[in-house]
T-cell receptor, first 116, second 115 residues
Framework: DQQVKQNSPSLSVQEGRISILNCDYT??????FLWYKKYPAEGPTFLIS?????DKNEDGRFTVFLNKSAKHLSLHIVPSQPGDSAVYFC???????????????FGKGTLLTVNP | KAGVTQTPRYLIKTRGQQVTLSCSPI?????VSWYQQTPGQGLQFLFE???????NKGNFPGRFSGRQFSNSRSEMNVSTLELGDSALYLC??????????????FGPGTRLLVL
């Protein structure tokens, strides 16, 4: 049972345009969400996160939107650059009563290609 | 600050052997988590250690084990290797004590190939 889903395996956009990567989740206990970027042969690099008490978080060219009622989040990259070409993973964490749950549940990733 | 380091970066083993992977977290981080990445299953959580204690565990067989030392360095061991254990093994570290909204930072991974 896949609790975090990234339904688009790939996305191609032109340089300078907006990239929108989507993520859906099913577990209502998820309370904290993160996006990671991964290049081949490297570990995931943290991009941006959002808590469920917010609906938007912005950091430079990256903005994450959370729609808790729809169990949906999206990552917007504006403007997209060729160096943004990578696999993007959505990840979620569920709060437990002790606050000690550090397990991340990942989607399978979306390969973003930004064409010059 | 130095990032998360993992050794070795690449490893080739044969079925039935056992392997030990090492992870050194970011200085000051006390939580270390391990993940397995395969093309079919994506990134899957193995376990998390904090202060030398396993705090969380994923759905992997008992052949997968780990430990953490007093300096927060962690090792992961896989015994009786199977072909399906071929994967990228990633380690992530975080402070581990400020609550669930901490960010976890990943190392470059160890690529294990089982022949």
């Amino acid at each position: 049972d896949q609790q975090v889903k990234q339904n688009s395996p790939s996305l191609s956009v032109q340089e300078g345009r907006i990239s929108i990567l989507n993520c859906d989740y099913t577990n209502s206990m998820f309370d904290y969400f993160l996006w990671y970027k991964k290049y081949p042969a490297e570990g995931p690099t943290f991009l941006i996160s959002i808590s469920s008490i917010k609906d938007k978080n912005e950091d430079g060219r990256f903005t994450v939107f959370l729609n808790k009622s729809a169990k949906h989040l999206s990552l917007h990259i504006v403007p997209s650059q060729p160096g943004d070409s990578a696999v993007y993973f959505c990840a979620a964490r569920a709060l437990n009563s002790g606050g000690s749950n550090y397990k991340l549940t990942f989607g399978k990733g979306t390969l973003l290609t930004v064409n010059p | 600050k130095a990032g998360v380091t993992q050794t070795p970066r690449y490893l080739i083993k044969t079925r039935g052997q056992q392997v030990t992977l090492s992870c050194s977290p970011i200085s000051g981080h006390r939580s270390v988590s391990w993940y397995q990445q395969t093309p079919g299953q994506g990134l899957q959580f193995l376990f998390e250690y904090f202060s030398e204690t396993q705090r969380n565990k994923g759905n992997f067989p008992g052949r997968f084990s780990g430990r953490q030392f007093s300096n927060s360095r962690s090792e992961m061991n896989v015994s009786t290797l199977e072909l399906g254990d071929s994967a990228l093994y990633l380690c992530a570290s975080s402070l581990g004590s400020t609550g669930y909204q901490e960010t976890q930072y990943f190392g470059p991974g160890t690529r294990l190939l089982v022949l």
